[in-house]
């Protein structure tokens, strides 16, 4: 059995099947995420908003995953797409593969909704500061982003932990 870190960082045997593709899009999402406090204190440290904003719009510019010119709003556009393949394609197939996980998938999908809602509420406020820079805009803007890597680093965690072994001896997608 592999068992993860909240880094991703694999204690025992290497990542194998389907667990290493899940890993590996979590270790974009953590990279970026890294951007995402580095732009957090640029913005509570008073930085130009313009600068800020524009950086957020180009934060996947260096990341494969984002090559064509995706931005941070993207970016929260991109975890709400993979969360939703996650809760329509991945969670019934595991669901179904291994019904002891029930209350692990539950948790799984109740996380889903709260990072949407988080990620919905970035787009807004870094709407808001691209108008109107205002200590209050920076702040809720920085409140969003922070909240967003806590759950999000947490919810990578938990679901690399939890699924890993099933998905570690899954090469190809299950057949029904």
């Not at 957090?40 to 904003?53: C, F, K, L, N």
């Amino acid at each position: 059995m592999t068992t993860m870190s909240a880094r991703g960082s694999s204690s025992l045997a290497p990542p194998e099947g389907m667990f290493r593709e899940l890993l590996y899009i979590h270790a974009v999402l953590r990279r970026d995420l890294a951007t995402v406090r580095r732009l957090a204190s640029a913005i509570r440290e008073g930085g130009p908003a313009e600068t800020i904003v524009a950086e957020i719009r180009e934060l996947g510019s260096n990341s494969p995953l984002w090559q064509l010119k995706y931005g941070c709003m993207y970016y929260c556009r991109f975890v709400h797409g993979h969360h939703t393949l996650e809760d329509m394609a991945l969670f019934p197939m595991v669901r179904k593969q291994d019904p002891s996980l029930r209350s692990v998938i539950d948790r799984l999908e109740e996380d889903h909704l709260k990072v949407h809602h988080i990620t919905e509420r970035i787009v807004v406020v870094a709407d808001e500061v691209a108008v109107n820079p205002t200590v209050e805009a920076r702040d809720d803007l920085v409140q969003a982003l922070v909240e967003l890597e806590e759950h999000l680093l947490v919810h990578l965690a938990f679901e690399e932990e939890s699924l890993g072994p099933l998905l570690s001896s899954w090469d190809h997608w299950p057949v029904e």
